[in-house]
């Protein structure tokens, strides 16, 4: 069976720290991978997509970046942290272009 | 703008009673999509109906789909407490910008179900 994974599960960063987020998939191959943002009381924001190693697409000019080194790994990175990088990512796959989407369980980040 | 809005934004209801989330969305799609998520955790997909189909079930779910008012409703029956958390609607939009699967969410809606 396939799961998703994400860390950390929370993280608290100062203004201009740089970040990493983590995600990686198993049990599947090729997927196609997605980092959203969900600001507090908010729906979901994509920010990257990507249908392969090293190919990504941002849906949204921010202070992020992602990238794809491996098959099953996506990374959410940022130099400069913000104040307004602060939220709830969230990470997600999906077989094919049409479908379900599964979902991680999310990394709170909190700037200050 | 946002491709799927919800309504109610938050709905209180007692055990038992049924609970009805509305979505709306702006252009044709290929299919809609309903999830589900609690406090502070990931999203879970709770249905998919596809452009051509009118309603559907599962469990306690019941989805319906009017494409000509380009809208959704999510109907779950005999609430319980477990099922508070928040729905959200996604539009799996192919001419709204996205491509390769992207999908459009709704801002949600909030549901309390009171024990």
């Known amino acids: 069976s396939q799961t998703i994974h994400q860390w950390p599960a929370t993280l608290v960063q100062p203004v201009g720290s740089p970040l990493s987020l983590e995600c990686t998939v198993e049990?599947?191959?090729?997927?196609?991978l997605y980092w959203y943002r969900q600001a507090a009381g908010r729906g979901l924001q994509l920010l990257f997509y990507s249908v392969g190693i090293g190919q990504i697409s941002s849906e949204v000019p921010q202070n992020l970046s992602a990238s794809r080194p491996q098959d099953r790994q996506f990374i959410l990175s940022s130099k400069k942290l913000l104040l307004s990088d602060s939220g709830f990512y969230l990470c997600a796959w999906t077989r094919g272009r049409i479908g379900e989407q599964f979902f991680g369980p999310g990394t709170r980040l909190t700037v200050l | 703008s946002q491709q799927g809005e919800e309504d109610p934004q938050a709905l209180s209801i007692q055990e038992g009673e049924n609970a009805t989330m509305n979505c709306s969305y702006k252009?044709?799609?290929?299919?809609l999509q309903w999830y589900r998520q609690n406090s502070g955790r990931g999203l879970v997909h709770l249905i998919l109906?596809?452009?051509?189909?009118r309603e559907k079930h599962s469990g306690r779910l019941r989805v319906t789909l009017d494409t000509s008012k380009k809208s959704s409703s999510l109907l779950i029956t005999a609430s319980r407490a477990a099922d508070t958390a928040s729905y959200f609607c996604?539009?799996?939009?192919?001419?709204?910008?996205?491509?390769?699967?992207?999908?459009?969410f709704g801002k949600g809606t909030k549901l309390s179900v009171k024990p």
């Open positions: 109906i596809r452009s051509n189909e």
């Open positions: 252009t044709s799609i290929n299919n």
């Open positions: 996604a539009t799996d939009a192919f001419n709204y910008g996205g491509s390769q699967g992207n999908l459009i």
């Open positions: 049990g599947t191959s090729n997927p196609n």
